[in-house]
């Protein structure tokens, strides 16, 4: 065997997530690993509750960050809120929508579909309709920011809904969470998740989450046990409730922790609004080189993320050949189209540290020179100096 130590690439990483880590949260991760239950660990951890009840801007107790990806944080809120003959309304519009019906199914639960075009924010008057016509629905899911597709829903509108019509929410944020607004309190969400990867720009593998007391009332008035151990509240709560005694339930990933403590550190000296407000103005720096290459936006101005531009693929170009010359040549890793979409878009993520002028500017020189090579005709340096206009 000679196998030896792994030494990844420098890459710029501008797909839908991971995306650029913050050498900050690097630097923090390597710091030494002390026991979980250490008080000093305890006290970090404490100040985590505090740093993501403002990155959710909630007063919510239970908010912490559940030890696995996004996916988990999905599966926590669906294991908890829901039995089995549950009725669950999801709105799909897009990947992750599916994945939520998936999980309803596996919870027992009767999953109901508003569905919506990929590509479109989801339509609040469909919600409206069904919820109407399925009185005895008790959750309503859906996907704020699709990171398949590159549209945002309007979030507050769709949880004003669903709680006139006495439903509780589940709202993934996974994508949304740092790159625009999220209003856990002004909006009534009662069960949200997001991602540690995307706008939060730490290492893959937390899912930050919170429940409110109408959420915890209903897992406190369960019939039957969670399906799942590692995953069932009830037991999570004894090392993350409020009381400051903390069981062990699991050994935490505490280097994961000292990452995302660090990059909700630095969302904080920035300040959310600050947050939102770079990524809508990088976002519209990309979008005017992409517009000045002649390409077009997938999705309508109003339902853009800023943070996950999807590009329309021009017709008669190589999807994969352009991916691959832009990864080789340039070290830039950008996304592909999922399911419906696959060989339609490009996904290019300008989120949390990455969404900066340099990465708008390197993509753009190196889209503008790959395309050219291909055979388009567009003239040198337009979508640069588009973007450079732009700002
Ligand atoms: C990335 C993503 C997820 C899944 O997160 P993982 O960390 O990959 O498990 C869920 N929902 C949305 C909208 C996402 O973008």
């Known amino acids: ?31 030494p690993t002390i026991g979980h239950l250490d008080p000093v660990f305890i006290a970090m951890m404490d100040e985590m509750k505090t740093l ?32 089995p003959g549950d009725k669950v309304i999801i709105c799909q519009n897009g990947v992750f929508g599916g994945r939520m019906k998936e999980n ?15 590509g479109a924010a989801v339509d609040p008057n469909k919600l409206e309709e069904t919820l109407k016509s399925h009185p005895d629905t008790k959750v309503v899911a859906f996907v704020h920011a699709e990171t398949s597709t590159g549209a945002c829903s309007d979030a507050k509108t769709l949880v004003e ?10 709202v993934d944020t996974v994508t949304s969470l740092g790159g625009s607004p999220v209003k856990v309190d002004e909006w009534g969400i009662d069960a949200i998740y997001s991602g ?59 280097n994961a922790l000292y990452g995302l403590h660090e990059a909700l550190v630095v969302l904080q000296e920035e300040g959310l ?5 770079r990524h809508q103005r990088n976002h519209q720096a990309l979008r005017a080189g992409i517009e000045a290459m002649g390409l077009q936006l997938a999705v309508k101005e109003k339902e853009r993320l800023p943070q996950l531009n999807a590009i329309t693929i021009p017709a008669g170009v190589d999807d994969a050949a352009v991916r691959a010359r832009l990864l080789q040549e340039y070290g830039l890793e950008i996304g592909a189209g999922l399911g419906e979409m696959a060989g339609k878009l490009w996904r290019v993520g300008l989120m ?4 900066n002028p340099r990465n708008v500017l390197i993509f753009l020189g190196a ?25």
């Open 161 to 170: 809904i669903a709680r006139r019509h006495g439903c509780l929410t589940i």
């Open 273 to 277: 609004e600050n947050a939102w407000e």
């Open 352 to 355: 949390g540290y990455g969404s």
């Open 367 to 391: 889209l503008e020179t790959v395309l050219h090579d291909l055979g388009a005709s567009i003239e040198s340096g337009v979508a640069v100096r588009a973007a450079r206009a732009a700002w």
């Open 104 to 118: 309803a199914e596996r919870c027992g639960a009767i999953p109901v579909l508003v569905e919506d075009t990929w």
């Open 52 to 83: 993501l009840q403002y990155a959710f801007q909630t007063k919510n107790e239970l908010t912490f960050p559940v030890s696995a990806p996004g996916s988990a944080g999905m599966e926590i809120c669906f294991v908890n809120l829901l039995e």
């Open 196 to 254: 540690s990867q995307k706008c939060l720009s730490c290492t893959p593998g937390l899912s930050p989450v919170s429940f409110n007391e109408r959420a915890i009332e209903r897992i406190r008035a369960r019939q039957t046990k969670v399906q799942s151990w590692f995953l069932d509240l009830s037991l999570v709560m004894g090392y993350w409730g409020g009381d400051g005694k903390r069981a062990y339930h699991h050994t935490a990933p505490i």
């Open 1 to 31: 065997m000679s196998i030896t130590s792994f030494h990844p690439p420098a890459r710029i990483l501008m797909g839908p997530g991971p995306s650029d880590v913050n050498p900050r949260i690097l630097e923090a991760m390597s710091r």
